[in-house]
């Protein structure tokens, strides 16, 4: 910028140090005084001298409605852009004004020289070009009527028969122009040849505004959008007595698809419509999107404003008309597809297909429950009848083993040989039940009352009969007999060894004397069982229970059982292998024990003892009633040692 010296400003006697932007360097625009009071007085209803409407300035008495308004607006400003011009700053030191009663200084307008392509312009002729739209509705004239097309023509159409026209109007040429066979009847219509010139130039700058809308397409939209159209749309009961939705549907959704945003729309379908059709149909109609401006309903003529600021207010005006009619027009579609969708009979039958269907996946379901219940209660069922045949067997078989042990030692007492055979009688409850029933069968048979003893009623029965029979029976000839007992004997005497057999069988007891190995599970519970078969008081106990045992010395089952009795951790691992170890009993897993408790308190003792643990039993996987109550029975006694101990120490 050139260097110049100081200038008065306008208004000013001196400048002093304050820059100058000379006019050429700007643009500059003014704030148009009628506007600016349209909009203090009419929106902001402040009542302020026309000479201090540009010069903000502390006012008193304003009432709480303006009040509201200035904050209103100041609030709208936070949100909203504008354009930084000076009539926005000039509204903006008004409302910091009114709202905080601040004094600002005088503001400088300075504003964008505009373009011919900027919005501004195109908004003036676009409101030029509606203005052309609404004068000539005003007129009352229909602009295909005057170009003799229908709504659905082309411009090609359109321009053809305009050049018909055109030379029946022509003031040059209408004198001297035949009217052809097509448009006598247009011709008729308006009385052509019988105007007068005025009339004449009258129709033809009819039929030139009429072209020059139909031919220009945004001015054709509105045209279209200021006529007169049907909004009517079917009420229920004319939708309850129609006997053909589609008859009745068809041509309203036709009707109203002229003013779709979105092209082509879809057609409503027939009753033979796929699923997918018919939603998609619908799914459209949901969103539909008009393209009706409705601004033929603008209450305001934007040529009637006297400033800026009354014709934007007129325009706010206008659009608030607008959109209220816009909605309405959404509303009413919506109301369309509402009793569409209502009454569709596709829509209908597929709702009734889906009940039937669902109806029908439910009874499945309900048959799968049911089955599945039924078969659950069956499996109990047959679970509880096997328990409960068991355990009667159990009890038959109890009964009957013990009335076969008698039989057994009285056919040894008939027997010559009789007391060598016995001597080891004491012991035959160490003998498993089958083995005991087939040496019974066998004597029965020999004294002629041959029988399969089962587990039953029957069985101990025939067994009872049988005493009176075994204890009268002579027994002509005892060899048979005999070699029955001698194979009970062999069954529970222990087998006869060498005495090569006997060193070596030394010989590695004393290894495992010196070099012990550790205990298995299966040795464990062997010496369990030993222990609670040989009781304390029998007659060299610890070496019969290191024979059940088989592969521990007298010596080691004493100093096991004393562990055990002590509550101490025996080593299973060989030396090699990981090390880990168990307690006595914990043959048993956390789960079974676990499920063993649970039993436990499942079923009380008040039950019949040997109904109560063949119910804990079968609530312990893999465990019989004679381990669950072996279990019992070791873990009470660790319980009462325990007791003793600390009693003991206490003293």
């Known amino acids: 910028m050139t ?20 006019k050429s360097e700007k643009a500059v625009r003014r704030v148009e005084p009628a506007g600016f009071a349209f909009f203090l007085s009419r929106e902001w209803q402040l009542q302020v001298p026309y000479e201090d409407m540009l010069r903000p300035r502390q006012i008193e008495h304003v009432d709480r409605p303006t009040i509201d308004r200035v904050e209103a607006y100041l609030t709208r400003l936070k949100v909203e852009q504008h354009d930084g011009k000076h009539v926005f700053a000039l509204k903006k030191q008004w409302a910091d004004i009114l709202s905080e009663g601040t004094q600002t200084a005088p503001l400088t307008d300075r504003s964008e020289v505009g373009t011919d392509d900027s919005p501004k312009l195109q908004k003036a002729a676009s409101r030029k070009c509606l203005g052309l739209v609404r004068d000539f509705v005003a007129k009352n004239q229909n602009a295909y009527e005057l170009l003799n097309v229908c709504d659905s023509d082309d411009i090609t159409t359109i321009k053809a028969n305009y050049k018909k026209i055109v030379l029946l109007l022509h003031p040059d040429k209408a004198a001297h122009t035949r009217v052809p066979q097509e448009m006598a009847q247009y011709a008729a219509k308006y009385r052509l040849r019988n105007l007068c010139e005025e009339e004449r130039k009258q129709q033809f700058l009819l039929l030139q505004d009429a072209f020059t809308i139909m031919s220009d397409p945004q001015l054709r939209h509105e045209y279209d959008c200021s006529l007169p159209f049907d909004e009517n749309i079917p009420t229920k009961e004319q939708v309850r007595d129609a006997e053909d939705f589609f008859a009745l549907f068809a041509p309203v959704f036709e009707l109203n698809a002229r003013w779709s945003n979105t092209k082509p729309v879809p057609a409503i379908g027939a009753q033979d419509a796929t699923d997918d059709e018919v939603d998609a149909f619908y799914d459209f109609w949901r969103n539909f999107e008009t393209t009706r401006t409705f601004s033929h309903a603008a209450p305001h ?27 309405k027009e959404m509303v009413r579609i919506q109301k369309l597809v509402d009793l569409a969708q209502a009454h569709d009979p596709r829509l209908k039958a597929r709702a009734e297909r889906r009940r039937l269907e669902k109806i029908e996946r439910q009874k499945q379901i309900e048959q799968e429950t049911l089955r599945d219940q039924r078969e659950r209660e069956e499996a109990e069922a047959r679970r509880r009848d096997e328990l409960e045949r068991s355990l009667n067997r159990e009890k038959f078989e109890k009964q009957i083993v013990k009335k076969l042990r008698q039989h057994i030692r009285a056919i040894g007492a008939k027997l010559p040989n009789g007391a060598e055979l016995s001597q080891h009688f004491d012991r035959l409850s160490e003998l498993d039940y089958e083995f005991v029933k087939e040496a019974c069968q066998d004597i029965y048979a020999l004294i002629g009352h041959a029988t399969q003893i089962e587990g039953c009623e029957e069985s101990l029965q025939f067994v009872k009969r049988m005493d009176a029979i075994v204890k009268s029976a002579v027994l002509s000839d005892p060899k048979p007999y005999e070699e029955v007992l001698l194979r009970v004997s062999a069954q529970i005497s222990p087998p006869v060894v060498s005495a090569a057999t006997e060193v070596k069988e030394a010989k590695r007891t004393d290894a495992e004397e010196d070099a012990p190995a550790p205990w298995t599970p299966d040795e464990l519970s062997r010496l369990s069982k030993a222990v609670e078969l040989h009781v304390a008081g029998v007659t060299d106990r610890w070496s019969l229970i290191a024979k059940h045992v088989k592969t521990k010395t007298a010596a080691q089952c004493i100093q096991m059982a004393r562990e055990v009795a002590a509550g101490k951790r025996v080593a299973t ?14 043959m048993w897993s956390a789960e079974q024990q676990s499920e063993f408790e649970a039993a436990l308190s499942k079923y009380p003792s008040s039950l019949d003892p040997a109904t109560r643990w063949r119910m804990i039993a079968s609530e312990v996987q893999g465990k019989t009633p004679k381990e669950c109550l072996s279990r019992f029975k070791m873990i009470k006694a660790t319980i009462a040692a325990a007791a003793t101990r600390n009693s003991n120490n206490t003293n």
Do not use: H, I, T
């Open 301 to 327: 003529l934007l040529d009637d404003a006297e400033s800026r600021e009354e014709k934007r207010w007129m325009e706010r005006e206008n659009l608030k008309v607008q959109k209220k009619l816009v909605k």
């Open 3 to 22: 260097e110049r010296g100081p200038l008065a400003l306008c208004g000013s006697a001196f400048n002093g140090e304050q820059a100058v932007v000379f």
């Open 573 to 586: 691992g060989a030396a090699n292998s990981a090390s880990s170890s168990v307690v006595y009993g914990e």
